[in-house]
């Protein structure tokens, strides 16, 4: 950047933007400025930078000339209004639209002598500073030659300001200048791109997944009971409506749960308690030997013989009576200090009926408690596998069945025998047992076309055809009972209470509804005599219209109150 003769010299690099161009221009304290740009120098290839550039002189009341001698930014300078010249010495002009395409002159000019007068023929050769400044030549006036100068009250604008420079404070530069942020533009739109998608997302859910549609029509109907004893059964191809036989589907599914539980049990690992004991019997003659390993009880707690026990004394009691009496010595069935039992507790050999009294005390037992697995602990764990695992099973197999086109008889349920494997055995000294269980789980299920066949020719009876029709067979609603169930069949009660009334059916009606309004819908249906009203629900509150798909749409007969 360089300053001389009224005129200032800004180097344009490359990668200027042109944002980075106006502040250089701005903050020029000249009213010459010449930019000189790069060759290549994309920055000003865009009419709208050009012309960015343009009203930023005329708001800085500043005459910029673009220094270059590239073709293809002639017609955008000439578009604007823009002084171009080739060199520093070369005369600026304004370039004509015709003259844009006129090769490139890379010359730069000598300075002429500074006492050289300016004519029409050596004003191409005068730099641009020096045509900025002093009179335009009468010549080159006449002449037409467009030359850069400063208007009279630039200049007495400058003589001015040079003798206040010292007083008056220099003014802020405007920094408002609006250039358009192209990035944030483009994100922007990438913004409004993605919520317009959204958008079309959202509004097709909203007209097609969302919309449902309940009518109840009320009617004068008839609640009609139906109890009927039949036979699910998955050898039968067809159904036997007069022995009341259901083609049944044995749906089957494998469940492996596992759960985890502290173990509660407690084992006295101590040192067991030893003692002897003395029993005795009445007797003629002295008994038999009794072998070592029977149990005998004292106080609540059992002893085990450790020896054989032998009758050796016979004697005779107060009564008379002849009595044989042995000692045995006993061991403790585990340990514990409360096996130590004081002298002259009674003790029984149950299975030989002898009475028997130790006259020492027990020693040796001591205390040393563990935590073990207890069978509680096992039984704890396979309680809670079987209920986390029951009701989700129960839907499982329904969802199966439904899917293959099946009714769900859920009171055939069963949950066979479990295959049970425990991580450790009842009195193992852990922390905590892990239980694991696979059961098989089963459903059966039948077509509900069967059962309406059934139903129907139990109740049509009950009826007048005439006059009523079978509206709905209830099985919604229908009960089941197993009455006993084998691995391919099972006996079973239903109850259901039929509804008959104005010949009407439910599939029929939502041909006819759909797309309509719900004034619509009760207009046209009201006109049976056997409608008394109509209720119709649409569902979100946007919706104004009965779905035209026939899944979205629920029909359902009650009788008037």
Not at 48 to 68: P, S
Not at 229 to 247: E, Q
Not at 434 to 448: D, H, L, P, S, W
């Amino acid at each position: 950047m360089a300053t001389t003769n009224g005129k200032e010299t800004i180097y344009i690099d490359i990668d200027d933007e042109i944002t980075t161009i106006i502040e250089k221009v701005r903050a020029s304290s000249e009213k010459i400025v010449a930019l000189v740009l790069p060759k290549r120098a994309s920055v000003l290839q865009s009419i709208v930078n050009m012309k960015l550039l343009k009203r930023t002189a005329d708001q800085e009341k500043k005459r910029v000339v673009l220094i270059t001698s590239e073709n293809s930014l002639l017609p955008l300078a000439g578009t604007v209004g823009m002084y171009v010249a080739k060199t520093l010495q070369s005369k600026p002009e304004i370039p004509s639209l015709a003259g844009a395409a006129e090769p490139d002159e890379d010359i730069l000019a000598d300075e002429p002598d500074d006492d050289t007068e300016f004519t029409a023929e050596n004003a191409g050769d005068r730099p641009v500073g020096e045509l900025a400044g002093g009179a335009v030549p009468a010549a080159a006036a006449s002449e037409g030659i467009e030359t850069l100068q400063l208007d009279d009250d630039a200049e007495a604008d400058e003589s001015e300001t040079k003798d206040t420079a010292a007083d008056t404070p220099k003014p802020k530069k405007d920094k408002k200048l609006g250039v358009p942020n192209f990035e944030r533009f483009r994100m922007l739109l990438i913004i409004g791109g993605v919520l317009l998608v959204a958008l079309i997302i959202g509004g097709l859910v909203a007209a097609t997944a969302l919309p449902k549609a309940s009518v109840t029509i009320f009617t004068d109907t008839t609640n009609v009971n139906s109890n009927l004893a039949l036979t699910a059964d998955t050898a039968a191809k067809t159904l036997d409506a007069a022995k009341l036989i259901v083609p049944a589907q044995l749906q089957k599914v494998d469940k492996t749960g596992s759960q985890q539980v502290p173990t509660t049990g407690k084992k006295n690992n101590g040192q067991k308690a030893t003692g002897t004991v003395t029993f005795s019997t009445s007797c003629t003659k002295k008994p038999s030997s009794v072998d070592p390993g029977i149990g005998v009880s004292g106080s609540s707690h059992t002893f085990i013989t450790t020896d054989s026990l032998k009758f050796t004394d016979i004697n005779v009691d107060s009564g008379g009576n002849f009595v044989c009496s042995g000692s045995v010595p006993v061991v403790a069935q585990q340990g514990g200090a409360d096996y130590n039992l004081g002298s002259g507790t009674t003790f029984k050999m149950a299975t030989l009926g002898y009475t028997g009294t130790n006259s020492a005390a027990f020693t040796g037992g001591t205390d040393n408690i563990i935590q073990v697995v207890a069978q509680s602990d096992i039984d704890n764990a396979t309680q809670k596998i079987t209920t986390q695992n029951g009701d989700t099973m129960k839907q499982q197999l329904q969802q199966q069945l439904q899917q293959a086109g099946m009714f769900a008889l859920l009171a055939t349920f069963v949950a066979g025998t479990p295959s049970t494997q425990s991580s450790a055995q009842v009195g193992d000294q852990v922390g905590t047992v892990t239980v694991t269980q696979t059961t098989t789980y089963t459903m059966f299920g039948v077509k509900q076309t069967d059962l309406k066949t059934l139903v129907d020719n139990d109740i049509k009876d009950k009826i007048d055809p005439t006059k009523q029709t079978i509206l709905d067979e209830g099985l919604s609603k229908a009960t089941f009972k197993v009455n006993s169930a084998t691995a391919t069949s099972a006996q079973l009660g239903m109850a259901t209470t039929a509804t008959a009334g104005p010949d009407l059916k439910a599939d029929d009606i939502k041909k006819q509804i759909a797309g309509k309004k719900a004034g619509e819908i009760k207009d046209m249906l009201r006109t049976d005599p056997g409608v008394t009203s109509v209720d119709v629900r649409l569902s979100p509150f946007w919706v104004t219209k009965v779905p035209s798909k026939a899944s979205k749409v629920t029909v359902t007969f009650q009788k008037a109150k």
